[in-house]
Nanobody, 121 residues
Framework: QVQLVESGGGLVQAGGSLRLSCTTS????????VVWFRQAPGKEREFVAD???????TFAESVKGRFTASRDNAKNTVYLQMNSLKPEDTARYYC???????????????WGQGTQVTVSS
């Protein structure tokens, strides 16, 4: 079974930056769209950004202009660069992929452990 591995989270002050990475063990997603989600305590998991197989991206309004997404297919890795972080960005961040680009987290049946991002004010 393909496992998703997210990394790069941490504690950062407001205005700071982090770069998250997403890769898989036992598989490859070079031909798939990869989607980033996040879930804050007490809230539902929500769409953050996606990266298509060609490298184009779409972002949630709440992160547009601050986050960028990219992929390195040679490394089987997708990145989420997060700049100008705000306390409301605090959440556990997850990635996922499928043959169809779903921005609804309910459409994915398997998840990785995620990586925690905490932004202090």
């Amino acid at each position: 079974q393909v496992q998703l591995v997210e990394s790069g989270g941490g504690l950062v002050q407001a205005g700071g930056s982090l770069r998250l990475s997403c890769t898989t063990s036992g598989g490859t997603f070079s031909n798939y769209a990869v989607v980033w989600f996040r879930q804050a305590p007490g809230k539902e998991r929500e769409f953050v950004a996606d990266v298509t197989w060609s490298g184009s991206s779409t972002f949630a309004e709440s992160v547009k202009g601050r986050f960028t997404a990219s992929r390195d297919n040679a490394k089987n890795t997708v990145y989420l660069q997060m700049n100008s972080l705000k306390p409301e960005d605090t959440a556990r961040y997850y990635c996922n992929f499928d043959t169809i680009l779903w921005r609804n987290p309910a459409m994915y049946s398997h998840w990785g452990q995620g990586t925690q991002v905490t932004v202090s004010s």
